[in-house]
């Protein structure tokens, strides 16, 4: 039997901006339109997270610690209560918005940029851990950026190696990772809100500068999001904007 198959990864951000991979999505449907969805935890990954950040996946009872959750011809509360049905008047405009010949329900949620109002999750393309190594001496060990760096392999289910060492108790590291990047960061946005204080007083503070797109980039992404072979929201990360901005130069590209 013939199979279409489409993989995801489930996703949280922090107050940092950190993205947490707490779960891969797997679908698959065949030709007999029978279909399957595949969830598998990354538990080392949402083990790092408290309640305020991470309350659970729908429809999936993650206290029970298995390795996957499989639901056959059934589709997952997950699903049902982000993607659209094809009763929908705009059903077809909402396919086409997002590239799609047919509703592939992960690849819908990658692309769309529709926010679930009932929790704080959302889709990115699924791709293997890769391994990360760092080399890193004394000099180099409170730097903000290579903090941030560290951490977000970490969040996002890279195996990291620090200086030959495998980071295999994540939890641990991750919480002295995060405590030293939280008192860093808190201390720059200190620093950051007295500059500007300072400004405001001195009549100098203009505000925040727009964000300056680079044209021939865009160009080359835009492309490569009218032939399919990137999607909007994809683009848009690698630029630094959002997705409503992305359709908005777009549009602007046409006139």
Do not use: W
């Amino acid at each position: 039997m013939k199979e279409y198959r489409s993989f995801g990864s489930i996703c949280v951000k922090d107050e940092f901006g950190f993205v947490y991979n707490v779960s891969k999505i797997e679908y698959y449907l065949y030709d007999d339109d029978s279909f399957k969805y595949i969830f598998k935890p990354n538990y080392d990954i949402i083990e790092l997270l408290d309640s305020k950040i991470f309350q659970g996946i729908q429809g999936i009872d993650l206290d029970l610690k298995k390795e996957e959750y499989i639901r056959e011809n059934i589709i997952p509360t997950f699903i049902s209560e982000r993607v659209p049905q094809q009763n929908r008047e705009d059903y077809q405009e909402l396919l086409e918005k997002c590239h799609l010949d047919f509703m592939d329900p992960i690849l819908y949620l990658i692309n769309t940029d529709y926010k679930y109002s009932g929790d704080n999750l959302f889709l990115i393309k699924y791709e293997d851990p890769k391994n990360i190594v760092y080399k890193i001496d004394e000099s180099k060990s409170n730097s903000m950026t290579l903090l941030h760096d560290i951490i977000n392999n970490i969040t996002i289910n890279n195996n990291v190696v620090i200086n030959d060492v495998l980071i295999d108790h994540k939890k641990k590291f991750y919480n002295i990772l995060i405590f030293l990047y939280s008192n860093i960061y808190k201390k720059y946005k200190d620093s950051q809100r007295i500059g500007i204080e300072k400004a405001k007083l001195n009549n100098k503070y203009k505000g925040r500068k727009a964000k300056q797109i680079d044209k021939f980039k865009f160009i080359e992404l835009n492309e490569l999001v009218n032939n399919k072979q990137m999607s909007v929201k994809d683009a848009s990360n690698i630029l630094g904007i959002s997705i409503y901005k992305f359709y908005r130069l777009r549009k602007d590209l046409q006139k």
